[in-house]
């Protein structure tokens, strides 16, 4: 059985996310981002974890590693199911998370963005100044985040493979960038349908907006979970 696809909740009040959820009748993976949590607070975790809902909460949490082991220890205690860290804070800092959360909760999942969906090999160039391809960056990072003892990372379904092969088949590759055919693409660059990304061997995919802009959001859910356990569109 795949993964259940992660649905990201960008809404920025609960009031929004209680009437999205309530269109549902079955327990959902879901992401809480900044925008909620940030205007919400620790409260919005509790409220969806009541309603029956897994939580990967996406923080991206990048800062020295006391602070950011400090900030994990919180994080830990609000029964999450996957959080993340950038691994472009380093080992120090990756290591310090990885202790902090596992200590408070210890079957949650920690994983690491290694380039945005929004990063194209452009803007690694001119405004990263990177001596590294974006594959490269990736593969680099991924390997950073597991020597750090983190489960997996955040990519692009199309590094999906590369990290696999550097890194192993049990090292998670969460994989936002998630549209269907008719979709915009919005503000994301390296983007992929469900049944693209089970071709490219992703862990779990995150979709967005072409479930919570749908006029039949749980038909849409349905929609792409199929997809993504078929590899068929």
């Not at 205690?77 to 200590?103: C, I, P, W, Y």
């Not at 199309?158 to 549209?179: A, K, N, W």
């Not at 983007?191 to 995150?206: C, E, F, K, R």
């Amino acid at each position: 059985m795949m993964n259940r696809p992660i649905i990201a909740l960008d809404f920025s009040t609960m009031t929004e996310v209680g009437e999205f959820l309530g269109k549902f009748d079955e327990a959902l993976f879901v992401k809480v981002g900044m925008e909620l949590y940030l205007q919400n607070g620790p409260a919005v975790i509790r409220e969806i974890r009541a309603m029956g809902h897994d939580i990967f909460l996406d923080l991206k949490l990048h800062d020295i590693p006391n602070t950011v082991g400090k900030a994990m220890a919180g994080l830990g205690a609000l029964d999450v199911q996957m959080t993340n860290v950038h691994a472009q804070g380093g080992v120090s800092m990756m290591k310090r998370a990885a202790e902090s959360f596992k200590d408070h909760n210890p079957d949650g999942v920690l994983i690491a963005v290694t380039q945005l969906t929004s990063t194209s090999e452009e803007m690694m160039q001119q405004e990263q100044k990177s001596i590294l391809t974006l594959d490269e960056s990736v593969i680099h990072y991924a390997q950073l985040a597991k020597n750090s003892g983190l489960d997996g990372v955040v990519s692009s379904p199309l590094e999906s493979q590369l990290i696999h092969e550097h890194c192993g088949d049990d090292f998670l590759t969460v994989t936002p960038g998630i549209r269907l055919n008719e979709d915009s693409k919005d503000d994301q660059v390296r983007v992929v349908t469900p049944a693209g990304a089970n071709a490219l061997g992703s862990d779990h995919i995150v979709v967005g907006r072409s479930i919570t802009k749908a006029s039949d959001p749980a038909a849409q859910y349905r929609r792409v979970k199929e997809e993504w356990e078929s590899g068929e569109e």
